[in-house]
Each structure stands twice: as structure tokens, then as C-alpha cells.
């Protein structure tokens, strides 16, 4: 794996330790899934995998996750049944820190939601109870979404397909914008992002999420709760959307992002000449070789 | 499938009916079950159950889940008996592990005669030690596979 020599410059100096940083990128994650609980409990899936011979190590800031010494995990009756689903850890960060919204909330947006994985977790969190509208941009992933969905018996979603921009001035109580990136973050699953990797993609990528950032904080309900999150380390992507979000919406409130048992940093406080707001100390950056997972920001929004 | 409105809408009502007396009678998925959500009608008899309460959006590609065909009789789906598995209370074919793994790959088998002692031929859900594989139709004594090409799966772990 040939690592472009901008992008080591720009991140080297924003690790703590960048030889731990750009070897762990060459090193696939490790398998993980989520116990969906609309079918099954932790419990019921730990005592199945202990049956096949399976080892299963539980997630210790998420009870309901698993890392998973067998590849072909896939291949279980579990994940036949959809009582399981193949979930790389870091993806299931947002729905986890609106958790305790989302088992209140009636009325919830996944933006961007194919292929689904945060979405069925949403369900999941809602016990399928109120209306989660679940949109996606593609019309290709509209199919996987509405796949991954059926499979893992999600009776309260509405699938739509739009730009997130022309919305119209709908009112929810939970909003989730895990929007679309550069993806710098997947790279350990994914050597391919190195081949389309560059800053004016990063710069393109930015412009659409501090459009989609604003316009998914409007359409929160007072006192609703917006999460952010890329699978990115570009901070053109991260803290430059949310200084967006911040100079558009000063009325935007961040508060603390923080799992128990997950390393989370500190996120970026200048970058490019620009200094970013004080609030924006309360998302996290999660650097792949901190947690052995992909690459991650997130940032948690009160209106 | 209903794109205007915000109350839930199967026209004719009958249809609705007819979904809803066939899941109580053949599965004893009561109505009680399907209080909180609405039923949906697309093109070609197909049934989606869903939220009850859907805005008013343009561009719905689908609400809930696809719970059955209506053309005629109704044929329930996969996906609704594996979501709903833990409460049908009848006509469930309990398979042995070697009729699961040939359910997964999507062929048809024939179940041991005490597994279907008292099912009468039509539609059953396919369990195997309490996991609900799917929808099969019972036809003189064999197992004619209902699963969706797409959900196949060669089980490895089971």
C-alpha cells in the first residue's frame, strides 16, 4: 500500500504517535456485528457462537457488539435470520450517543442512510415504535437499504429518496447526518480510497456536508438533537463543518461526545490559519490505532 | 403505494380485512400486534406493514415492510414471518438442522411426518431451534420453498 506523501503530511502531525498511525492503516480491522434486538438479545447470539466454536469478544463500550475471530461470521444462522449484522465498530458510534433521544424520540431522519447499518440500529433503539424517515441521495443504494431493512424486520421506517437540501420543512426530534465523505477512514478495509484520495476532493466533500450540516440542524424540533459523523480525518470535513454550522447557527449548542471504554481525542483546534470555536472540543476524533477500528468523527448538537 | 396524506390507507378496505383475518387464523398473529402501524398497498397485491404516522413526502420508495402478496389469496412473506416468528402460534414446521440448511439454500425439503401432524396444506413458517427461517408452502406433505432468491444463504454455522 503506497500512502500519498500529502496525506502523511497533513496527518502526522495531528497523531500522537504517527509510525503506530500509518502501520495500523495496512492492517484490516477486525471482523465485528451487532446484536440486533428486534430478533435476539447479546445473550441468545453469545451462547450460539459458543455452539460453532465461534470466539466472540464483547464490545466493552457496547453491549450489544461483538468482535469476531471468524470471518465467516456471514455465514451463521444468526446473520440468515438477521438477528445479527456485520458492522464495522465505529459505524455504530451515532445512533449509540443519541441513544437515550432515540428510545424517546417518535419521530426521527436518517439522512444518509444506505446501506442501513446505523439505520436498523436506529430501529432498533426506537423498538420500532414512531416514524424513522430513512433517505438516501442514491437511487443504487436505495435497494441495499431497503434490503438490510426487511432482513432485520424494520416495520417503522419510511424510505426515501432525495437530496437532503430540498426537504421540505419537516420537524424532527432526532436527527442522524452521517454524511457522505472522503472515507480517509476506511482505508484499512479499503486500500482503493488512496487511488481517488485528493485535497480538492476533500474541499468538494466539505462544501456538501456544511450545506446538508445547516440545512439537518433547521429541521430539528426545539431541543432536538443532532448527531454529526464522517468516517474521515480531513478536518476541512469536521471541524470545519461545524465552525460552519456554528457561524451560520449561532443558536447551535455541541455537547460532550464520550463512550465509557471507547479512546476518543481531542479534536483539531486550528487547521489552514483558521481557529475553530471553543465547542467544538466537545466532538471526538477516533484514530484507527487507538481502539484497532476505522477512522472516525462524530459531534453531538442541541438546537 | 399511498404518497399523499398522513392516515394509513389499503383500498379497497377489504384487502386489508382479508390480511388481516388470514395472519389470525393461518399464524394467530392477532390484531393487537398491528395496532401501532398502518397497512400499505403498492402495485401488484403487494402489503406493506409500516408506521402509522407518515408525513406527507414526495419520493417514498417504500414504507415498512413488504408483509404479503394479495392476488386472490394472500401469501405472507418471509420477511414478516421472521420478524414476527416468536409470536405465530400455528401451523409451524419445525425443520431439522440438515431441512434448515437445505430451507437456507433456498430448496424445497420434506419435513419427518410428526413435524406436520395437524398442519393442513398452505402456508407455514419454517423454524429451526426456535429461529424463524421464513415462509414455506406445505403441499402434500413437502416444504415448497418461499425464500426470496436474494436471502439464500449456504449456512456454515448453524
Not at chain 1, 424513522?132 to 431497503?146: E, G, H, P, Q
Not at chain 1, 424540533?221 to 465552525?243: H, I, K, R
Not at chain 2, 408506521?51 to 392476488?71: H, Y
Not at chain 2, 406436520?116 to 406433505?141: F, H, M, N, P, W
Request: aromatic share 10%; charged share 25%; with cysteine.
Amino acid at each position: 500500500m503506497k500512502i500519498p506523501d500529502r496525506f502523511i503530511e497533513r496527518y502526522g502531525s495531528l497523531v500522537d504517535d504517527k509510525g503506530a498511525f500509518l502501520s495500523c492503516l495496512g492492517i484490516m480491522p477486525p471482523k465485528s456485528f451487532r446484536v440486533n434486538t428486534l430478533k435476539s438479545s447479546a445473550e441468545e447470539v453469545a451462547r450460539r457462537f459458543e455452539g460453532y466454536g465461534i470466539g466472540l469478544k464483547r464490545v466493552p463500550w457496547y453491549g450489544d457488539a461483538f468482535i469476531c475471530d471468524n470471518p465467516e461470521a456471514g455465514f451463521s444462522l444468526e446473520h440468515f435470520t438477521g438477528a445479527i449484522y456485520m458492522q464495522e465498530l465505529v459505524s455504530m458510534l451515532p445512533p449509540l450517543l443519541v441513544r437515550s433521544e432515540l428510545e424517546k424520540s417518535r419521530f426521527v431522519l436518517d439522512g444518509c442512510a444506505a446501506p442501513g447499518s446505523k439505520t436498523t440500529q436506529i430501529a432498533a433503539m426506537m423498538n420500532n415504535r414512531g416514524t424513522l424517515i430513512a433517505n438516501d441521495v442514491s437511487y443504487s443504494r436505495i435497494r441495499a437499504l431497503k434490503f438490510n431493512l426487511e432482513k432485520a424486520g424494520v416495520l417503522n421506517a419510511v424510505i426515501t429518496n432525495r437530496d437532503l437540501n430540498a426537504f421540505q420543512n419537516l420537524r424532527f426530534e432526532t436527527i442522524l447526518l452521517d454524511a457522505p465523505c472522503s472515507s480517509e477512514g476506511t482505508i484499512r478495509k479499503n486500500y482503493d480510497v488512496f487511488d481517488s484520495w485528493s485535497e480538492s476532493g476533500i474541499r468538494q466533500y466539505s462544501n456538501v456536508q456544511k450545506q446538508l450540516i445547516v440545512k439537518a440542524f433547521d429541521m430539528l424540533m426545539p431541543e432536538g438533537t443532532l448527531t454529526y459523523s464522517t468516517c474521515t480525518f480531513a478536518p476541512e470535513e469536521n471541524e470545519g463543518v461545524l465552525q460552519h454550522l456554528i457561524d451560520s447557527r449561532p443558536e447551535a449548542r455541541l455537547e460532550k461526545a464520550a463512550f465509557e471504554g471507547l479512546r476518543t481525542s481531542e479534536t483539531v483546534a486550528s487547521w489552514n490559519g483558521v481557529e475553530f470555536n471553543e465547542q467544538i472540543r466537545n466532538a471526538a476524533r477516533i484514530w484507527p490505532h487507538h481502539n484497532d477500528t476505522g477512522g472516525f468523527f462524530l459531534a453531538k448538537v442541541k438546537k | 403505494m399511498r404518497r399523499k396524506g398522513t392516515s394509513e390507507v389499503v383500498s379497497p378496505e377489504g384487502t386489508k380485512e382479508k390480511v388481516f383475518s388470514y395472519l389470525e387464523e393461518r399464524f394467530g398473529l392477532g390484531r393487537s400486534l398491528f395496532d401501532d402501524y398502518g397497512l400499505y398497498m403498492a402495485s401488484k397485491g403487494r402489503i406493506y406493514l409500516g408506521p402509522r404516522r407518515v408525513p406527507d413526502l414526495p419520493k417514498i420508495a417504500t414504507i415498512g415492510l413488504l408483509v404479503a402478496r394479495v392476488t386472490g389469496a394472500v401469501k405472507p412473506s418471509t420477511n414478516l414471518l421472521q420478524a414476527l416468528g416468536k409470536q405465530v402460534t400455528r401451523n409451524i414446521v419445525d425443520a431439522t438442522r440438515e431441512q434448515a440448511i437445505v430451507y437456507a439454500r433456498g430448496t424445497d425439503f420434506k419435513p419427518d411426518s410428526s413435524a406436520v401432524s395437524g398442519i393442513t396444506d398452505g402456508y407455514v413458517l419454517v423454524r429451526y431451534e426456535g429461529a424463524s427461517l421464513g415462509c414455506g408452502l406445505l403441499q402434500k406433505g413437502m416444504v415448497k420453498n418461499m425464500l426470496p432468491k436474494a436471502k439464500r444463504l449456504e449456512l456454515k454455522f448453524i
